[in-house]
């Protein structure tokens, strides 16, 4: 049996919330995970206000080759070896939906929770590339955006198409703690202790 298909029938329905709560959306390939996106995690969880964080393993990212994409169940349990925050739901809700846009996903999870406070959560070097994303206006439309720094990615937050195009939706940093409570479009760039490790260096030291 394909290793996806032995994947635990927990990590493929939405994280249980409650009324009001505020919920972080953290969603990648993680292919591996590592220090560097438990660390944004972190962050956004002190930074936000967060009551839950969803690292949400996407069955893959359409933007990037699959050649060299670890089964679903590997990633979530890597995922789960990094986390030690109760609040963080390490979830492949996606999985079950076949979606693998993330317009569509937050499009899903607006509507089946409407009473729950959303921020979508993202390293800063996914910003410099955000504009190729299919919808990428209408992901900033949906939820609230955090942007976590990242090395060599500081200067997105000037720089990058999706700054630019809302770049009058933006509020200060000294506000993260109520990003929460704006209608989007709105968005935060949170600077902070930042970690060089990536997913493809990772892989590329695998070989």
Known sequence: MPADQRLDRRYLTMPHVERGMVVG???GSFNPPHAGHALVAEIALRRLGLDQL?????????LKSRLELASLEDRIAACEKLVHDPR?????F?????????????ATVK?????????????????????????WRTIAETFPIAVIDRPGSTLSYLSSTMAQAFSQARIDEDDAGVLWKKPA??????HGPRSTLSSTALRNGRK
């Open 111 to 135: 509507a089946k929770n409407p009473h729950v406070r959303f921020i979508w959560v993202m390293g800063a070097d996914n910003l410099k590339s955000f504009h190729h994303w299919q919808k």
């Open 54 to 62: 969803w690292w949400m393993v996407t069955p893959g990212n359409p």
């Open 88 to 92: 963080i739901k390490v979830t492949a």
């Open 25 to 27: 959306l953290f969603g």
């Open 94 to 106: 996606e999985k079950s939906l076949g979606i693998s846009y993330t317009a569509h996903t937050l």
């Open 185 to 190: 479009p709105a968005w935060v760039f949170i």
